[in-house]
């Protein structure tokens, strides 16, 4: 069963083979070894095919055991039906009818929380889900990563990946369910069709199967998800942003962990003329496409190694025969001559596309949004523009500050404001390292121009020279937000979230402070002389709590220690004489209330030992806390640990994704984690 494959592609510049050769690695001749063609149906694979991770060693088993019963495969697709102007629903409703109407065991998962999905999952039946989990970015596009995570999860014997608006032709399982029969992992990828071009020649010329640059039209589909797909992490690509599918398939070609099998010859599926404004909203050379172009270079080898070069044992070309699908050795994947772009029509001995330049020459993320070597025109989004994005229909936003030896902590903090579905909130970065981070995880972020350039890792914890700094921060950004009109709940990052508290703040009325209280004494007042906790308090844009933190921020300047005095000092007067009751302060001058909120609702770090219950969360749901605020604790570590062994911990700072209840094990890994550099350290 061997046929001589196309020999179109063997023909190698001589430039290549030295590259070669200079490279250290025997390759063999490009042409010989290539005509091993497997019949599907009835070949006992002997050898072509190397066992994982090896690219030398030749094994003598068979790949496909043709004794094996073979039941249909379950099949499950996975898609993220984007939201006008950069998906239609009408195609994409379209599309998902067409997966529906695939024959076998077929189920479809649709990615992302816009109601969109929910409404057309509801009309679709029950074999269309909706998995709202997805991180996505403030702006609404998913990432990339969570979307692969999620499918890895799948209960499915193979899952699919493609864009939402890509019908899906029969073939498509017919293919599947021959290669469910392999007994390897293996991916498979190929270029959908462009329907006019389709309509304008039956024979589909190869140039026009153009993907865009934003690496639209291809579908992807692999076998036993439980098993890796690459050997490194998935950086968090933004989907449909450019970049993320060719720098995933060049990683699975060269982590040797999967066949890969390019079906771009045969037509697969189709997507309309255009995708619903292929450009998006952004235009190409907006952060989004940047911050992608920049992880495809940073991550992974895609910029450093061609596995073209490495001539990849791993890599079949699917060729169509009368009676079957014939697997080819393939030098190169064909579905590259798509996603080059520009050079599409040149001829084959240009740069490899997988060197593609545009990615791979310079530093994008750095060019396109560092404030620090640009001009403010250049940072995609101003202050103000963040908070017009996110304030909710009262103008109220949730600020988190955090520099980066709080970066896992501020992700936690994140992870757990999307879970309960809190979106008005922005982060300020107070270094730039912190800032670059938070971008390419997708947050609302800016930075303070003015904070402290050298927030040291571990040296800004309470009580040092430079935590004092930062805190005087905090004031200073919230003041210059409710001078812009918007009212602020500022939370520290180390502070829980149990459910939304902005309504219940909200409601304390105009001219009203509300604060944490910090006292630790179960009985007795709570406003006793410097209880004030400034690490999470709610102020109203009013004339009244403007002028009160004008006061705050001027004192605290002149002021030797951190913040948190002044505020004390400032609102309930030295020695509390403002006080009004047990649990207020009325500031006299501009008739502002300060409250001190319940403890049993907004409990700090000492009271009622809390942090030491066996089971915190249960203890606070007793108690009806909204947050819970992980202070009195001294360090760094001392507070991250106690916060992942209290199962407070939302985040899996190793995948950068949010924990999800359908990732196995993700808490654990991070408790490890953290116990080893614990060790490391001390
Ligand atoms: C498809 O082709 C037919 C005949 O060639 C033509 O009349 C029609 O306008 C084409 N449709 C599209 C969408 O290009
Ligand atoms: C699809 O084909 C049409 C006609 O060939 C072309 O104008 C259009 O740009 C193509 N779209 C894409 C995304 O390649
Ligand atoms: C950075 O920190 C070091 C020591 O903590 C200090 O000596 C130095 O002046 C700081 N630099 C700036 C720019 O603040
Ligand atoms: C906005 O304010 C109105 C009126 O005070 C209130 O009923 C509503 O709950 C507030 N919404 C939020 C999200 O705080
Ligand atoms: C707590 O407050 C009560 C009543 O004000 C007082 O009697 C008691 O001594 C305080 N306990 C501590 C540990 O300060
Ligand atoms: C603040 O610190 C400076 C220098 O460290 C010291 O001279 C001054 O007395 C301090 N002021 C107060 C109010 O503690
Ligand atoms: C504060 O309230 C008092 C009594 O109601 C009133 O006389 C005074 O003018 C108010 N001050 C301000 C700044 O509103």
Known sequence: ???????????????????????????????????????????????????????????????????????????????????????????????????????????????????????????????????????????????????????????????????????????????????????????????????????????????????????????????????????GVLPSFLYGRGAHSRWLIHEVLSSEMRLVFDASSLVLGLYPEDFSNSEGRLPDGSWEYGANRHLAAVYG??????????????????????????????????????????????????????????????????????????????VPYSLGMLLEFVADENRSVVLGVAGASYRDMLMSWVCRLRHLGVTNFVVCALDQETYEFSVLQGLPVF?????????????????????????KVKSRIVLEILRMGYNVLLSDVDVYWFRNPVQFLHSLGPATFAAQSDEYNETGPTNLPR???????????????????????KQATKSNSSEQPSFYDVLCGKEGVNRVGDDRCLEPSTNLTVVFLDRDLFPNGAYRGLWDRRDLRSACRELGCFVIHNNWVNGRKKKLRRQVMSGLWDYDPSSRMCLQSWGDAGSFRVIRQFHVSDDMDS
């Open 531 to 553: 209880r004030l906790n400034s690490g999470f308090y709610y102020a109203r844009s009013d004339r009244a709590t403007i002028t009160a933190m004008e006061m705050v921020v």
């Open 301 to 378: 080898s895609y910029c450093y190694r061609s596995p073209r070069r490495d001539h990849s044992p791993m890599l079949y070309e699917v060729v169509k025969h009368p009676e079957d699908y014939m697997l080819s050795k393939a030098e190169e994947p064909t579905f590259s001559n798509f996603v080059r772009g520009e050079q599409q029509n040149a001829p084959a001995e240009v740069d490899s596309p997988w060197d593609n330049n545009n990615i791979c020459s310079a530093d994008h993320l750095l060019q396109s949004y560092s404030p620090g070597t640009s001009e403010a025109a250049d």
């Open 447 to 471: 930075r303070d121009p003015m904070s402290p350039k050298n927030v040291s890792f571990d040296g800004c914890h309470f009580g040092t020279q430079c935590f004092k700094r930062v805190t």
């Open 1 to 231: 069963m061997f046929l001589p494959s196309h020999s179109h592609r063997c023909g190698a510049p001589s430039h290549r083979r030295d590259r070669d050769v200079s490279s250290g690695l025997t390759t063999a001749p490009r042409c010989a070894g290539l005509l091993v063609v497997l019949l599907l149906a009835f070949v006992f694979f002997a050898g072509a095919m190397p066992r994982r991770a090896s690219s030398s060693a030749r094994s003598h088993h068979p790949v496909y055991d043709g004794d094996r019963p073979t039941a249909p495969p379950k099949i499950t697709i996975f898609s993220a039906p984007l939201r006008p102007p950069d998906g239609s629903p009408a195609r994409q409703e379209l599309a998902v009818r067409s997966w529906l109407a695939l024959p076998g065991e077929v189920s479809v998962v649709l990615l992302g929380s816009h109601p969109s999905a929910l409404s057309l999952a509801r009309r679709l039946g029950h074999r269309v889900s909706v998995e709202a989990a997805i991180d996505s970015s403030f702006t609404g596009t998913p990432f990339f990563h969570s979307m692969v995570a999620r499918a890895q999860a799948a209960d499915a014997d193979i899952c699919v990946l493609l864009d939402a608006e890509i019908v899906l032709l029969p073939e498509t399982i017919t293919l599947l369910q021959k290669f469910s029969r392999i007994d390897r992992d293996w991916l498979l990828v190929s270029i959908s069709r462009n329907i006019s071009s389709l309509n304008k020649s039956q024979e589909i010329p190869a140039d026009k199967w153009a993907s865009d640059s934003s690496d639209r039209g291809l579908i992807m589909a692999w076998n036993n998800p439980r098993n890796p797909l690459l050997a």
